[in-house]
């Protein structure tokens, strides 16, 4: 089986798994670093910290790959810390930087806007049951186009037009999640749906 011309060979990561480090140049918590301070909860305590400075390193070993694009996400909590709204400009340039580097190296950015990195604020105000974190994600969205889909960078420098996004990753496990927790909360308030 051969493929198809126009295939794409490329790396992924998560914001998480990549970054960690969730309050550098002030981002907010998401719901990965509460869950990850749980004991026992991922192996060592690792956040990915180590690796928020070094995404140029990691940019370059694909692009030696012979790979062509390189899919990473936004942490929401980095660009809107308490999902809210009050924008991190430190956050934004952050990702700004990653496709700089993505574009110097010859790899096509494909961008995530999420992959289960809710601010752990929206969270705690319901999270995804709430159709505020709709609104919120909506926001978020809308000013993360906003920054990234300019024909020109600010300073002059060549442009950064992002032309593949996905707005959630995973979309069909994010599915399932939801409607377990759906029943569980239905069990543990005595619904029943049954005739």
């Keep these: 089986m051969a493929f198809a ?59 030696q790959m012979g790979l062509g694009a390189y899919r990473f996400s936004v942490s929401w909590a980095r660009v809107d810390p308490y999902g809210d709204g009050r924008w991190n400009g430190e956050g934004f340039a952050f990702y700004l930087r990653m496709l700089q580097a993505c574009r110097a190296a010859g790899l096509e950015p494909y961008v995530t806007l999420y992959h289960w990195e809710l601010p752990q604020a929206l969270e705690d105000a319901g999270g995804w049951r709430s159709r505020e974190t709709a609104r919120a994600f909506a926001r978020y969205a809308a000013e993360a186009a906003a920054h990234y889909d300019r024909r020109q960078h600010p300073d002059g420098r060549q442009p950064y037009r992002i032309t593949y996004y996905m707005r959630i990753n995973q979309v069909p496990f994010y599915l399932l999640e939801h409607k377990k927790q759906h029943d569980e909360h239905e069990r543990l308030h005595g619904i029943d749906h049954e005739d």
């Design 5 to 63: 011309k126009n295939f794409v060979w490329g790396a992924a990561s998560s914001a998480y798994q990549t970054e960690g480090s969730p309050r550098a140049d002030g981002g907010g918590e998401s719901i990965w670093d509460v869950f990850c301070r749980r004991p026992g909860a991922v192996a060592d305590g690792f956040d990915g910290s180590a690796a928020y400075r070094r995404y140029e390193e990691d940019i370059a070993c694909a692009a």
